[in-house]
């Protein structure tokens, strides 16, 4: 018997140093990819609701086009010379870099 509550001691220790592994890699994959990620999308966010009519805009299908209009979940957007396309609020990945930026 006192075999058996030699065995059991310490038990709870080798179960916080299995779990700790993980939780540190966790905790480091949070910090390198989830936080950054969630920076971008709100900096995204804050882009779109801040557009305007006159403003150009790149797609995430390589569309660019100068916004027309305004509506609620989409943009009309004035693309090559005379073709009006409606896109999504989604849909923009950017503003147009200018000339002087490249």
Do not use: C
Request: charged share 20%; glycine share 12%.
């Amino acid at each position: 018997m006192d075999i058996n509550i030699l065995m059991f001691q310490g038990g709870g220790a080798g179960l916080v140093w299995t779990v700790l592994p993980f939780v540190l890699i966790f905790g480091i994959f949070y910090f390198l990819v989830i936080m950054p990620q969630r920076k971008q999308q709100a900096q995204l966010k804050e882009m779109i609701a801040s557009l305007k009519a006159g403003d150009e805009v790149v797609t995430n299908g390589g569309v660019i086009g100068k916004i027309v209009e305004v509506k609620d979940s989409s943009f009309i957007i004035r693309s090559g010379g005379k073709s009006n396309l409606e896109i999504g609020k989604s849909a923009v990945v950017g503003r147009k870099p200018d000339a002087a930026e490249k």
